[in-house]
């Protein structure tokens, strides 16, 4: 008793020992999405995307208004020798040149500009929808980032369910062995009964291994997205993970066509391409402006000049555009028709996703149906074989498959219960829904 009462607290104590030295963080699933978009690079340069595209549009609108431009100048000037022929008198003596030592000039200048063929109003356009493009894009971004954090929170889960009950069954097939080591002794079974039952428990360690081996991989690819501690430890629960009801299941690509951002970004894009030829076109017409000043001018000893103003229209027009500007015209013209084709593949790449999602989620549905019905079959057949090999009617082999079936059909039940889930989710994202989910679970 001393013995077993020892091995007993060095377990437990060991147990919090390792409790303590890893401890385990948990989150649900909206609070890992969340966090990723708050925290994950790839947000974090689309948001900064989405600046630069409005500070270029706003730079844009800028140009529709006056240009103003104030100078001056201070020269010192040297005496120089000045023999002014023109400057004589009638007997032939020239009269004294005044000392000129220096200058000072200052102009007020502005130009508001009045018609350039279109070009300032369309290129407010085009940038107008190149940053509702960029927009859409970052929300695309969001869709794709809320998109991996479920594929590896999915994952983890999986691998966590998984070992728990590989350690379940592990703990039956190391009672067995000890079992099979006793009976063996006394000649109640033979010793291959017993080596089959060790190499069973060995295969089970293979696996145990091997899982943990990826839920390692898998909790840091999703620590690293999260910009979590290199060493926190997550734990996903059940009910922050399998416990909801799965509600407007998309049925079409119609959802798609409508709310999936990539695609409307290149809408938008084909937009701005659209007007990127009407500014090509604007170079066959004149650019009027009004233009107008105001000069200050004086030169010592010789000239003052003040309220110099002077107002007019300016207008200019770049003739070589004529020959020239069609190659530019046709550019612009080619640009849009890839957008547009753009468009038309990424349609029909959408509508594949959207098909495959649909019979995959589908297929997540029936899989559950029937590996629920198997782990119930799994369990009653290896309570009957476990009665007829007590009983001396079924041998051992019987008994270990009949194990390794009920184990097989219960990790399935619970992965195929994790990947329905999963297909939800990948249904919702392929028809541009899944963000906002997760923004109305914010809410």
């Known amino acids: 008793m001393k013995v077993s009462q020892f091995v007993f607290y060095g377990i437990f104590f060991i147990g919090i020992s390792s409790v303590n030295a890893q401890e385990k963080t948990s989150l649900t699933l909206n609070e890992a999405i969340n966090l990723a978009w708050a925290k994950s690079n790839e947000v974090t340069l689309a948001n900064t995307k989405v600046k630069t595209k409005k500070y270029e549009l706003q730079s844009t609108k800028n140009n529709q208004y006056p240009d103003v431009k104030l100078s001056g100048q201070y020269q010192r000037l040297a005496n120089a020798n000045i023999n002014f022929k023109l400057n004589q008198n009638n007997n032939g003596s020239q009269q004294a040149i005044p000392v000129v030592d220096q200058l000072m000039i200052g102009q007020l200048n502005a130009s508001l500009p009045i018609f350039s063929g279109f070009k300032i109003r369309n290129s407010i356009v085009v940038y107008e929808n190149l940053y509702q493009a960029e927009m859409a894009t970052s929300s695309q971004t969001k869709e794709e980032i809320a998109s991996r954090v479920i594929d590896y929170y999915a994952s983890l889960y999986k691998a966590q369910k998984t070992i728990e009950l590989l350690k379940e069954n592990q703990k039956t097939a190391q009672q067995r062995v000890k079992d099979f080591i006793e009976l063996e002794k006394n000649g109640i079974i033979p010793r291959n009964d017993l080596l089959k039952s060790k190499l069973q428990t060995s295969k089970i360690q293979l696996s145990l291994d091997e899982t943990n081996n990826n839920l390692k991989i898998i909790n840091f690819y999703l620590v690293t997205l999260l910009k979590l501690e290199p060493n926190t430890k997550l734990e996903i629960r059940e009910a922050d993970f399998a416990d909801f009801q799965m509600t407007n299941v998309p049925t079409n690509e119609l959802p798609a066509l409508e709310n999936r951002k990539d695609l409307e970004a290149i809408r938008f894009q084909g937009k701005a391409s659209e007007a990127n030829i009407k500014i090509a076109k604007g170079s066959y017409y004149p650019s009027i402006a009004i233009v107008g000043g105001y000069t200050a001018l004086d030169l010592s000893n010789v000239i003052t000049v003040q309220n110099a103003m002077n107002i007019g229209v300016g207008i200019s027009y770049d003739l070589?555009?004529?020959?020239?500007?069609?190659?530019?015209?046709?550019?612009?013209?080619?640009?849009?028709?890839?957008?547009?084709?753009?468009?038309?593949?990424?349609?029909?790449?959408?509508?594949?996703?959207?098909?495959?999602?649909?019979?995959?989620?589908?297929?997540?549905?029936?899989?559950?149906?029937?590996?629920?019905?198997?782990?119930?079959?799994?369990?009653?057949?290896?309570?009957?074989?476990?009665?007829?090999?007590?009983?001396?009617?079924?041998?051992?082999?019987?008994?270990?498959?009949?194990?390794?079936?009920?184990?097989?059909?219960?990790?399935?039940?619970?992965?195929?219960?994790?990947?329905?889930?999963?297909?939800?989710?990948?249904?919702?994202?392929?028809?541009g829904q899944l963000s906002q989910t997760f923004n109305i679970a914010q809410k």
């Open 320 to 431: 070589s555009a004529i020959l020239k500007n069609g190659t530019l015209v046709k550019l612009a013209e080619s640009k849009f028709l890839e957008v547009q084709n753009s468009e038309l593949v990424l349609t029909d790449y959408i509508k594949i996703q959207v098909k495959k999602a649909i019979e995959d989620y589908d297929l997540a549905l029936k899989q559950k149906v029937v590996y629920n019905e198997a782990a119930e079959q799994a369990t009653e057949n290896y309570r009957i074989v476990k009665d007829k090999y007590d009983n001396g009617l079924s041998d051992t082999n019987d008994l270990l498959e009949a194990d390794v079936e009920q184990l097989s059909s219960k990790i399935n039940t619970a992965l195929a219960k994790a990947n329905t889930i999963q297909k939800y989710y990948e249904l919702l994202s392929v028809t």
